[in-house]
């Protein structure tokens, strides 16, 4: 068994065809299938039920695949980390990040990254909490932040920030930043928020449900940036951090107004097991920077260094 009979395996299992595999891998498919019979020859048991049109995993295969992508992305590591003994750190990292930070955070950290740091690549992922806490548990991903509500109790975590959360509304609706609102005030408006169980969710179903107000929701869904679009198109308000409407509140298609009591808290969690590569310690270092640049500079209002 070798590195590339298991990546020329991992990607016959993604294609769930030799023909498709061989193309994307640049190689005949007639030596494909020799080196995957060969390793089914050492294993001692077939990997894969071929049929006419494709291929399934058998039970032995779906172990494999399981176990195979562990071993590449180790062995990815351990290179990693060798290299970044050099003059210019390289790598590569992934990163999970909420979709309301892409504006204020994800897309200027990429951009940082790749200005001071060329030879690391980052791999982005966008998600709810929920989510990106499942991917760094199962090592698919590095680090991520995931808000405070998410058990930590299996992933290495750091607080990084907390933020308040506002009441975005059109343009003609008068909210201003510096005149908070209360909770009824949210209650009473047509709401367009997040899905459960996205973390900003709960935490206006929880706090309406605390106060015994009701809730009257219009749409829901996971995109920040769609929510924040149907607002300034007067379509219903939403309850979303600043850094989610900080793009649409400069440029005048929306006004907030901050809501009492309400905020969120934000952690970098990353695998306990595995830690930090190199690439990754820069990577975290980078976007704590960014977050305290932000806050100190003015750019993020009501939000605190954790």
């Not at 180790?74 to 979709?99: F, K, T």
Request: aromatic share 4%; hydrophobic share 45%; net charge neutral.
């Amino acid at each position: 068994m070798n590195v590339r009979q298991l990546q020329y395996f991992l990607q016959i299992a993604e294609l769930r065809s030799f023909t498709r595999a061989a193309n994307v891998l640049h190689i005949a498919q007639p030596a494909l299938s020799r080196q995957i019979r060969a390793l089914e020859e050492e294993l001692g048991t077939p990997l894969f039920h071929r049929f006419e049109r494709g291929v399934t995993l058998t039970e032995a295969g779906l172990l494999l695949r399981e176990r195979a992508a562990t071993i590449l992305r180790d062995l990815e590591r351990l290179r990693d980390d060798i290299a970044a003994h050099g003059a210019e750190p390289r790598g590569e990292v992934s990163l999970g990040m909420p979709p309301s930070m892409r504006e204020m955070i994800t897309v200027p950290l990429a951009g940082e990254l790749r200005a001071r740091h060329p030879q690391v690549v980052m791999h982005l992922l966008e998600g709810i909490s929920v989510f990106l806490n499942e991917q760094v548990r199962l090592g698919k991903i590095d680090c991520a932040v995931v808000s405070d509500l998410e058990p930590l109790t299996q992933v290495e975590s750091e607080p990084l920030l907390s933020e308040q959360l506002y009441l975005l509304a059109p343009p003609g609706a008068g909210l201003r930043t510096d005149q908070p609102v209360t909770l009824e005030a949210v209650s009473a408006q047509t709401l367009i928020l997040t899905s459960r169980p996205n973390s900003l969710r709960l935490i206006v179903e929880n706090a309406l449900a605390a106060a015994q107000l009701p809730m009257r929701i219009a749409i829901d869904g996971n995109s920040t940036a769609a929510m924040v679009d149907l607002v300034a198109q007067g379509i219903g308000c939403s309850v979303l951090p600043y850094c989610a409407a900080d793009a649409g509140l400069r440029d005048g298609r929306l006004c907030a107004a901050p809501v009492e009591g309400l905020r969120v808290a934000w952690t970098v969690i990353y695998s306990r097991e595995r830690g930090l590569s190199p690439a990754g310690v820069l990577v975290r270092g980078l976007l704590q920077e960014m977050v305290r640049s932000r806050i100190a500079g003015g750019r993020w209002p009501s939000a605190s260094l954790a």
